[in-house]
């Protein structure tokens, strides 16, 4: 089956889109992503090998011009000085891998497949004390800039026609994910197949941890429950692994994201950082494999990570809302529907709220004006909310409704910080979104069950106050109480750097 999207666009009509800057053959499908080359670099950068290490990879990294537009940062960039690189992997095999090689990734020529199958952003905090890898699924269903709604993975596919080529097809994946989640990507990254697996080889054994054995004859995974040692070619088939997982490839993301982590913990290790020869070999088989933006500085960049550790190092997946089979004229399409109106929430939650949120002083709620959306797929819901805080003063507006989420939110436009704040406290466990796509202050109902909660009145104390408004005010919509409502488990930030850490 094609890996391309259903279209929505005439193929004639396309072109590259340049992003905005705010800041085919699949084969057996390999999909680990290039920040196994990134964090390898910056790491061993920061490894008191610098100069020499950093003269060795400028010479050999492939530049490409995937970051256009101003790099001024856009007026509504929630994550102000931190830094978002797009590291892509992809299953393309280099057209001088020799049958040897292929043979040994159990794998062969793909003949010149351009999809992406692994999309991940790295945030890293301005201090560079954290990070987190954000991963967006390969079969998210989306709006591709000039193309239609499509899987994810072949955004970089359309951006490479009419004479796109690499750079354009990096230029169209970047405004596809730039305009999906709202963050302003810096800098990218590819890596292919083949590199993934030389950087693991050059690297040496890197131990993981399972909480039950793991086989498949797809990918030729074969481990144990319990921790394991893998070389370079069973590390491949950890990653790649699906069949077998109740997610797919959900749960592949999580391998991914966890071998990363353990990677990391190796990197860092005495043993990599203060071996010379094993540190030449690590960049050589980084520089020969990896392709980066022709701005990334990657001296600034290990000096920025220079405090990172691996328990620092977080994963997340885009908030989700299934994996439906849709059809498209016709034809069967399994695909990712992703929360597209929860992703702001999922952002902010990630990044932190601004200074200027966490400083303000909730407004009065008579002098606050609230439109009510219903986003939870309960009829009424935002009707019923809006009387909630009429009763508590606000001026609330006519209810509406908007696409479904898992997440209730109250969005706001900047310097509404305050009428913000008033209207969060009125709905127990909603986030606050600073958004320019609102000219007011903004209550999204989600399937999380939060909603308005009437004042406390005199005597609440005793039973609860509003802590039991809130549970009651999600079981009167139908829905479960808010308490027990659990997260979405794609939303869910995890910490696999640690030693013990073991996962399915």
Known sequence: MSSLPEETTDRRSRGAVPPRHGRQKRGLGVVFPAVAGVLTMALLLSGGYAAYAYNRLASSVTKVDAITGSTEQQQDDVDGKAMNILLVGDDHRPDNATPEQLAELSTESDGGATNTDTMIVLHISADGK???????????????????????????????????????????LIKTIQDLSGLSIDHYVRVSLLGFYEIVKQLGPVSVCLKEPAQDTYSGVDLPAGKSDLDAKQALSFVRQRHGLPNGDLDRQVRQQYFLSQEARKILSAG??????????????????????????????????????????????????????????????????????????????LVGQPEAYTTATAADPASVAVTVLNGSGVTGAAGAAGTVLAGRAFQVGAPGSSSTTATTMVQYPAGMEAQAKAVVDAVPGAVAVQT??????????????????????????ASGGTDTGSA?????????????????????????????????
């Open 130 to 172: 954290d990070a987190t890898m954000i991963s967006f699924p390969r079969d998210s269903y989306v709006p591709i800039p000039g193309v239609g709604k499509g899987k994810l993975n072949s955004a970089f596919y359309y951006g490479t026609l009419n004479g796109g080529g690499a750079a354009g097809g990096a230029q169209l």
């Open 272 to 349: 990599t950082l203060l071996n010379p020869v094993k540190t030449t070999n690590i960049i050589d088989a980084i520089g020969g494999s990896v392709e980066t933006d022709q701005g990334l500085d990657l001296l600034s960049l290990a000096t920025q990570l220079r405090n990172l550790r691996p328990g620092n190092i977080k994963s997340a997946t885009i908030p989700i809302l299934g994996t439906p089979t849709i059809y498209v004229r016709g034809s069967a399409l399994s695909i990712v529907e992703v929360d597209t109106a929860g992703m702001p929430a999922f952002v902010q939650g």
């Open 436 to 461: 320019a796509s609102v000219q007011g202050v903004t209550l999204v109902l989600g399937t999380d069950g939060k909603t308005a909660v009437p004042a406390a009145q005199p005597g609440d104390a």
């Open 472 to 504: 009651d005010a999600g079981s009167a919509d139908g829905g479960a109480p808010a308490s027990d409502e659990p997260s979405p488990s794609s939303t869910a930030v995890h910490a696999y750097g640690s030693d013990e850490a073991c996962i399915y």
